[in-house]
């Protein structure tokens, strides 16, 4: 599914009859674009004329480009979505402008921003005419990852494409440098100042009569040639018998010019028009059926078309006239003329106009604006009910919602504290999301049966479960789960698919993986049944990070390839971890870049979503990788933002877990002290809450330290349990630690024994990083136990800077990134000529992520198509 855009967005404003034209910008403006600048910016305060310029040039017969227009609003404060909106508004021109970049934002794999714009800029540069993407109302735009992604396109711009900037503020681009370079046409508010004779061809055309030359030159001056100051006095000049009387009285800075000058526009309307403009001013977007919900007159529709036909501040916003909004400045002005009691109850038609058109979001930002609680809490926990509005899973919005209701509001609706529980689970919010279950049950307990009474009932002990399961309560989470859910309808697929994710969580606790894999993707398929996208996605990351545990990381891949095709690229929050179980793979294999992009844009994803679980674990695995890369303030930085996060859960076991990984940081970066410190502390408490992941991160400082014969008591059992339980991952890191210890106490044998048994679990998976961290004494170990395992060696050899190739014939030697068990697959169908169809088909997997196998084994063997790639193949030895 392609995404869905606001065509509004991309509407070019009209440039209306009768306007009043401004040849010397608009020369300035195709100045620019003749002497092949990157930008035009034009910069100046509200009600200067800025977009009216613009689209007076795009429609003047001198432009010669080929011009995009992308309308902006703080909804585009977010990467992904203005570089869609972006690329969109060119290919709206021509579909050669953009498709590279649409495919690398709409793949399953996600691209990194850099990939895209370099997509971007090489088709532009193919262009042989010139073309322009105006930004309008850049202002609103905050993030900084936007005004780099836009500097980087101005650093590499192409000939003959140009940005058109509109904004009320400079934006934090390279202006200096720009300008020094003469890459930039700059217009400013003192440009935009109507002259005295433009002023005069303005009032020649909006008044109907000639007013005198003292008259003109006299507003002139009072408005400082500000074009919406002008343009309110030529409407207030409409009826006028004494328009120099009336000039003499014009007094007052911008702000009052405008209060002044609006309210004698607003005089001069009928009564029908003023009741109607200010009834209709809390809206953001208005069209004739929510104007006629508001006001109650059914002949908005020509109400809204002659207050376009008048030029009173409307501004269309599609070419059908259906919707339109109002100048803000003069909205604002309008707004004043409403009561207390009329903006509360204008505001509750807003919201119920929107909750029936199903506009749920929207329905609930109205009700709060109103300032009631009581209605806002009956349309918040309507909007809860259904479950579209869950499925985004923006539980940081969902949150917001009730932090701006009072808590009587909960205590006496049990649905919606019942609801309220599930996100402030959602959020960690553990301890008030267990005094609202307590809350909704005791109102429960004053009502009669029914069946929507027995069904809440069910839901607060599945919700209790939950937090029990993530507190490592397990008796309890099995126990309330399963009351849940014997209450519980099978046909309420949101409840159950709740239900197995919490048993998916107790069973994992349990070292029951399989089980816990089965009810995991059970609450995936239960999820996708009820429509509530967010939730199937997390329960096939669970599954995923299951899988890693037990060191399969091909089939982890394979499970958050379909979660990402599964939301067909839909920028939701849930995605982040997708993209950070990605992202972590991709760094153990070694692909450092590629991993970097996806952990980034994973953890700005979860955290845009207030996931706070999500983005933790997004922030661990860039410390690995910033660490790796030497960013180590970076790498300390987001260890200590995991600990501050944690401090909103009450959950020891990750405490621990931070502790122990700041620990490892330690010890990468040299402070050996600051890990003995841990490890003290640690030692300390280990007999009574021992850890896998503590133990092994003990094994490494003493490891550090020289103690070698403390190291067999820690890691044997380790090892051995992890053994038992399937824990792969864990067997692995294990067995390279005792080789590493067995190979300092000259015990060979027993280290090569313990090196071959990682490799055997490692080496098919693509592990890489786990070895190659451990530095020059893994070297050694890798040359030791080549004899046996040459292929596997000398992948992980081949892979440290300035070593040599052991074995060139290889296949594995070969390849700076091998393929994975699963591209092995995928390699051996290419060979027998299979299609991407047959290849799904027989890997029970999607076309789409057939596809990416395929476009990974072609990358990984340096071929362009399929018969390449069988040539390379064989060359190889495959």
């Given at each position: 599914m392609n995404q869905t855009f606001l065509e509004t967005k991309f509407h070019i404003p009209p440039w209306r009859a009768g306007s009043i034209s401004r040849p010397r910008l608009v020369q300035r403006l195709n100045a620019g674009l003749e002497e092949g600048r990157s930008l035009t910016l034009i910069s100046a305060p509200a009600g200067y004329g800025k977009t009216t310029l613009v689209a007076e040039w795009i429609h003047s017969s001198q432009n010669r480009a080929k011009t995009a227009w992308l309308s902006l609003d703080d909804a585009d404060n977010d990467l992904g979505r203005f570089l869609s909106y972006a690329v969109a508004a060119l290919c709206r021109k021509d579909e050669s402008l953009g498709c590279g970049a649409q495919n690398l934002l709409q793949m399953t794999r996600s691209a990194s921003p850099t990939a895209v714009l370099d997509a971007w800029i090489n088709e532009l540069a193919a262009l042989q005419q010139p073309v322009c993407l105006v930004l309008d109302d850049y202002h609103v735009i905050a993030r900084p990852e936007i005004h780099e992604a836009l500097e980087y396109c101005l650093d590499h711009h192409p000939p003959h494409f140009h940005w058109v900037i509109t904004t009320r503020a400079d934006p934090p681009l390279p202006l200096a440098r720009l300008r020094a370079r003469q890459q930039m046409t700059e217009i400013r508010a003192q440009d935009l100042r109507f002259t005295p004779q433009e002023a005069h061809q303005f009032f020649a055309h909006s008044t109907r009569s000639p007013l005198p030359a003292e008259t003109l030159q006299a507003l002139e001056t009072r408005t400082e040639g500000w074009a919406v100051g002008l343009q309110l006095a030529a409407l207030a000049l409409q009826n006028r018998s004494d328009p120099q009387a009336f000039v003499e009285t014009f007094r007052g800075s911008h702000r009052y010019v405008l209060d002044y000058l609006a309210e004698e526009v607003l005089h001069q309307q009928s009564e029908e028009m003023q009741r109607f403009l200010i009834q209709t001013s809390i809206l953001d977007r208005l069209n004739a059926s929510v104007c006629e919900a508001l006001t109650g007159q059914a002949n908005s529709q020509a109400l809204l078309t002659h207050l376009e036909q008048a030029n009173l501040f409307i501004i269309p916003l599609d070419d059908q006239r259906g919707w339109y909004r109002y100048h803000h400045l003069f909205a604002d002005y309008l707004r004043t003329g409403l009561s207390s009691a009329e903006s509360v109850e204008l505001q509750r038609k807003a919201a119920l106009w929107h909750e029936a058109q199903g506009s749920s979001f929207e329905a609930v930002r109205y009700a709060l604006a109103s300032k009631q609680p009581d209605f806002a809490a009956e349309v918040i926990q309507r909007a809860l009910e259904r479950e579209t509005t869950w499925s985004g899973g923006n539980v940081a919005l969902l949150s917001s919602w009730l932090d701006a209701l009072p808590a009587q509001a909960l205590r006496s609706r049990p649905q919606l504290s019942l609801n309220a529980s599930r996100i402030l689970y959602l959020c960690g919010r553990f301890d008030q999301a267990e005094k609202c279950i307590a809350q909704t049950e005791e109102a429960l307990q004053a009502l009669p049966p029914s069946e929507e009474v027995e069904e809440m009932r069910a839901l607060a002990h599945i919700y209790r479960g939950a937090i029990f399961a993530v507190r490592g309560k397990l008796p309890q989470a099995l126990e309330e789960t399963a009351a849940g859910q014997l209450r519980l309808s099978p046909d309420h697929h949101l409840g159950q698919a709740r239900a197995f994710y919490s048993l998916g969580l107790v069973h994992e606790h349990s070292a029951q993986f399989e089980t816990a894999l089965r009810h995991y993707l059970r609450a995936s398929e239960e999820a996708e049944t009820a429509g509530v996208l967010s939730l199937a996605i997390h329960a096939r990351c669970a599954a995923a990070q299951l899988e890693i545990r037990q060191g399969r990381l091909g089939r982890a891949e394979q499970i958050c390839r379909t979660a990402l095709a599964a939301a067909e690229n839909t920028p939701i929050p849930p995605l982040g971890l997708a993209k950070i179980i990605l992202g972590s793979i991709l760094l153990e294999r070694n692909q450092l870049e590629d991993a970097q992009n996806l952990l980034e844009e994973g953890t700005a994803l979860a955290r845009q979503g207030g996931l706070t679980d999500d983005v933790i674990a997004g922030l661990a695995s860039l410390a690995r990788l910033y660490t790796l890369q030497n960013r180590l303030d970076e790498a300390e930085a987001a260890v200590q933002s995991i600990r501050t996060l944690l401090t909103v859960y009450d959950l020891p076991h990750l405490a621990r877990y931070a502790g122990a990984y700041l620990a490892r940081l330690h010890l990468y970066t040299g402070r050996q002290a600051a890990a003995e410190t841990w490890a003290a502390d640690y030692r300390a408490v280990r007999a009574a809450a021992p850890f896998p992941f503590g133990e092994l991160t003990l094994?490494?400082?003493?490891?550090?330290?020289?103690?070698?014969?403390?190291?067999?008591?820690?890691?044997?059992?380790?090892?051995?349990?992890?053994?038992?339980?399937?824990?792969?991952?864990?067997?692995?890191?294990?067995?390279?630690?005792?080789?590493?210890?067995?190979h300092a106490r000259r015990e060979t044998q027993a280290a090569v024994a313990y090196m071959?048994?990682?490799?055997?679990?490692?080496?098919?998976?693509?592990?890489?990083?786990?070895?190659?961290?451990?530095?020059?004494?893994?070297?050694?170990?890798?040359?030791?136990?080549?004899?046996?395992?040459?292929?596997?060696?000398?992948?992980?050899?081949?892979?440290?800077?300035?070593?040599p190739a052991s074995n060139p014939a290889s296949p594995a030697n070969a390849l700076p990134d091998p393929l994975s068990e699963q591209e092995m697959r995928v390699l051996a169908l290419i060979m027998e000529g299979q299609s991407n169809q047959e290849i799904a088909d027989q890997l029970v997997i999607s076309v789409g992520t057939a596809k990416w196998h395929v476009h990974n084994v072609l990358q990984k063997l340096g071929a362009k198509n399929r018969p390449q790639a069988i040539a390379r193949a064989r060359e190889l030895g495959f």
């Open positions: 094994a490494r400082v003493l490891l550090a330290a020289g103690a070698w014969d403390d190291i067999p008591a820690v890691l044997e059992p380790i090892l051995e349990q992890a053994q038992r339980s399937g824990e792969n991952q864990t067997v692995i890191e294990a067995a390279m630690l005792l080789a590493r210890c067995r071959l048994q990682a490799l055997r679990l490692a080496a098919p998976e693509g592990y890489a990083r786990l070895f190659l961290d451990e530095g020059p004494p893994m070297q050694e170990l890798l040359r030791l136990v080549r004899p046996q395992a040459p292929a596997w060696a000398d992948a992980l050899l081949s892979a440290i800077p300035g070593q």
